[in-house]
């Protein structure tokens, strides 16, 4: 079975940046679409960035221009780059796959950012 752990969280100060790391066991293959979500305290949990497999990427608005996401198929790993943080970015961030029946999630990884 495909597992996901996050890796890359922090404190960091408003302004800084941070490389969010999504590694997985088992085989990820090229057609999954690989994603990255965020949660903060008392929200929803919101859809931040996507991979397909052959590379098109999509952003929410409020990270766009800010952050990039990109994958190692060779060594089964999304990651997250995130500049120019704000201290709304504050949240648990998720990665996840779609799985045969259902969506496979990391353990999430606290990102805090500090005005």
């Known amino acids: 079975q495909v597992q996901l752990v996050e890796s890359g969280g922090g404190l960091v100060q408003a302004g800084g940046s941070l490389r969010l790391s999504c590694a997985a066991s088992?085989?990820?293959?090229?057609?999954?679409?690989m994603y990255w979500y965020r949660q903060a305290p008392g929200k929803q949990r919101e859809l931040v960035a996507l991979?397909?497999?052959?590379?098109?990427?999509n952003y929410a608005d409020a990270v766009k221009g800010r952050f990039t996401i990109s994958r190692d198929n060779a060594k089964n790993t999304v990651y997250l780059q995130m500049n120019s943080l704000k201290p709304e970015d504050t949240a648990v961030y998720y990665c996840k796959v779609d799985g045969t029946t259902q969506a496979i999630w990391g353990q999430g990884t606290q990102v805090t950012v500090s005005s």
């Open positions: 088992g085989s990820i293959f090229r057609r999954n679409v």
């Open positions: 991979i397909t497999g052959i590379g098109i990427t």
